[in-house]
């Protein structure tokens, strides 16, 4: 089986994800409004710019976004009974994984970018330096991989998995320099370097705002590398529990 | 030509020892039927055969490939209608179709055709594009097969494919599955219907407890168990089932219904001592009939604990 075959097919899966799961009303009027409310609730009362508010924005929508519906693809098909004939046809499980991933890289996407043209347009926001959007498709690709890798316990219950999800999720919004910027975080800075959203927000703030903690050549390859890894990761722990699934 | 070859095949989960150690061959072009009670290790046997379960120990060949080693090779030749299935509910039965296609890298123009082809076989063609959750159970199960021959299979496994359908759907099904098998597709029948497995199985494998403890065609299963020959007879009064037991000439006596089932091996035997019994008791034999072993007598004598 060639390699282009299998990425074919999984552009299948990302096909069928898209219209089973994100392209619907619901879906993605959330996918805007919970990341934005989230945000409005931390900035109220607080006196902050609009260059140091709009990447805490765009990071927390991509993030959001990105991770909330992968998560749950998995555990749904196995209660819907769709699950065991994907896995019984000529696809390898990686490609399934990845086309699980583009699908929910597209979606994060697309929100993100309505808030990317919101912040010019509306906002008068300038972005700087290019190298954000090949930063914000690879942060897309590491956060859809970190949601495909929660859902790899082999349980048939969505809210299991979005409980995993959340415990994961919430703590990295905040040790990511969101709302508190790193250099601000004293001693407790390191915890913010295992957070690959931490590399996503340096690498907004620097093109919005001009200023950073890492070069963003690091950003990206800390990106790069935390995509890589979640990657190889869900597979393996998808791999070890398809066989529970059923 | 074999179509499977299996060796040796074992599953343990934590343990417990689901399928052990079976062996069979299906020749390409058999109608073969997986028979067993609930837990007899038939869908985990499917599951190694379709490269979803890894097998403890053992192997399986698949049109000559082998499922561990390459299982997408071997995928790309079957058909697979796994038991409790379901579509993609919020999709319609066209994209359902489209979707098995492209994930069988069928080009798009050939999916369109197929898929067609396969609704109006299917009955479905007039609701392909309705989302398949307006559907009623016996429409998602054809469906369900349908999507099961996209790839125009050499190898189709039918995991209890009719189960709990309508008389309607069942027919259909059942004619379609003569007819898959007429035109060279070898077909892998699980099924708890002992009568469809009869009607429609070149060979069947009889499973109990993870292994397999009869494999035959149907009629060769039968004629082992001349023991299951029986005579049905009712009388116009009461009659206790024990009363016809005959000293050893009748094996097994009990009550179906109103009537009172005989087992022996010499039922010519057996007519003169009713017709005798019927004279000495009064009671008015209405009706009597002998029926040869069925294989659900076979398959009931197998499993039994």
């Known amino acids: 089986m060639n390699f282009i075959g299998q990425l074919k097919r999984s552009l299948a899966v990302t096909k069928k994800d898209l219209f089973v799961f994100y392209l619907k009303g619901p879906v993605l009027i959330s996918g805007i409004l919970m990341p934005s409310f989230l945000f409005i609730a931390f900035i109220i009362g607080r006196n902050l710019s609009i260059s140091f508010l709009i990447p805490g924005l765009l990071g927390m929508a991509l993030f959001v976004t990105v991770s909330s519906i992968g998560p749950?693809?998995?555990p749904w098909e196995t209660r819907m009974k769709t699950f065991e004939r994907l896995v019984s046809a000529p696809i390898a499980l990686w490609a399934i994984i990845l086309g699980d991933i583009v699908a929910s890289l597209m979606f994060g996407l697309f929100i993100t970018f309505f808030i990317f043209i919101v912040s010019i347009i509306l906002l008068g926001v300038e972005i700087i330096s290019l190298s954000l959007v090949i930063g914000t498709v690879i942060a897309a690709f590491c956060f859809s991989s970190l949601g495909l890798l929660i859902s790899a316990p082999p349980t048939d219950n969505p809210s299991n998995i979005m409980m995993l999800s959340s415990m994961i999720k919430f703590p990295l919004l905040f040790i990511s320099g969101i709302f508190v910027p790193i250099s601000s975080m004293g001693k407790w800075k390191f915890i913010s370097y295992i957070s690959p959203l931490t590399y996503y927000i340096d690498l907004a703030r620097y093109s919005v705002e001009g200023t950073n903690n890492f070069s963003p050549g690091i950003d990206l390859l800390a990106l790069l590398g935390f995509s890589i890894l979640f990657f190889i990761i869900a597979i393996r722990w998808h791999k070890k529990?398809?066989?529970k699934r059923f | 030509m074999y179509s499977?070859?299996?060796?040796?095949l074992t599953k343990k989960f934590n343990g417990f020892t689901a399928v052990d150690k079976i062996s069979f061959v299906v020749k390409s072009g058999e109608l073969f039927g997986l028979l067993g009670p609930n837990g007899a290790g038939k869908t985990t046997t499917i599951r190694m055969l379709t490269g979803i379960f890894k097998p403890t120990n053992g192997t399986a060949l698949i049109e000559g490939y082998d499922i561990q080693k390459n299982p997408l090779e071997a995928k790309q030749l079957m058909g697979i209608v796994p038991e409790m299935a379901n579509a993609y509910?919020?999709?319609s039965a066209l994209r359902n179709l489209m979707l098995m296609g492209e994930l069988y890298g069928i080009r798009k123009k050939e999916i369109v055709k197929k898929a067609e082809n396969?609704?109006?076989?299917?009955?479905?063609?007039?609701?392909?594009?309705?989302?398949?959750?307006?559907?009623?159970?016996?429409?998602?199960?054809?469906?369900?097969v349908a999507m099961g021959l996209v790839n125009n299979p050499k190898l189709l496994f039918l995991d209890e494919p009719a189960a709990g359908l309508d008389i309607g759907s069942v027919r259909l099904i059942r004619k379609l599955i003569k007819e898959f098998n007429s035109k060279g597709i070898t077909i892998i029948l699980t099924t708890h219907n002992i009568e469809e497995a009869n009607q429609l199985c070149d060979r069947v494998a009889i499973m109990n407890h993870g292994k397999i403890i009869a494999i035959d065609s149907p009629e060769k299963l039968k004629s082992t168990f001349q023991s299951t020959a029986s005579i049905e007879v009712a009388f116009d009064k009461k009659v206790k089932a024990e009363e016809l037991l005959f000293g050893d000439v009748v094996t097994e006596a009990k009550k179906v219904g109103d009537k009172i089932r005989l087992y022996s091996k010499r039922t010519e035997e057996v007519i003169p001592m009713l017709v005798e019994y019927s004279n000495s008791s009064g009671s008015k034999i209405i009706s009597l009939n002998t029926l040869a072993p069925n294989l659900e007598d076979v398959f009931v004598k197998l499993t039994k604990e």
């Open chain 2, 89 to 91: 509910v919020d999709l």
């Open chain 1, 241 to 243: 529990s398809l066989a």
């Open chain 2, 4 to 8: 499977i070859k299996a060796r040796d």
């Open chain 1, 72 to 74: 749950v693809v998995a």
């Open chain 2, 118 to 144: 396969l609704l109006k076989l299917f009955g479905l063609y007039e609701k392909r594009n309705n989302k398949v959750k307006t559907f009623s159970k016996g429409m998602q199960q054809r469906l369900i």
